[in-house]
């Protein structure tokens, strides 16, 4: 088991209930995602929305 996975899976233990269900919904996301070889396009909807956001908030003025 990888570092990262050892740390995944103690946290999931101590995390809500709730908490850790989103967290194993997001992980079996990405793993699909880098089975379908798709995560640049992930990236590049996320870097989107960051911009998108930013223009979504309040001018100060």
Known sequence: MTAIAAKLDARMKKWRPQTA???ERRVAEIIELA????LDVVRSRTAEQEVLDTL??????
């Not at 089975?35 to 798709?38: A, G, I």
């Not at 979504?56 to 003025?61: A, I, L, V, Y």
């Open 35 to 38: 089975d379908e070889d798709v």
């Open 56 to 61: 979504d908030e309040p001018k100060n003025r």
């Open 21 to 23: 269900k989103e967290v």
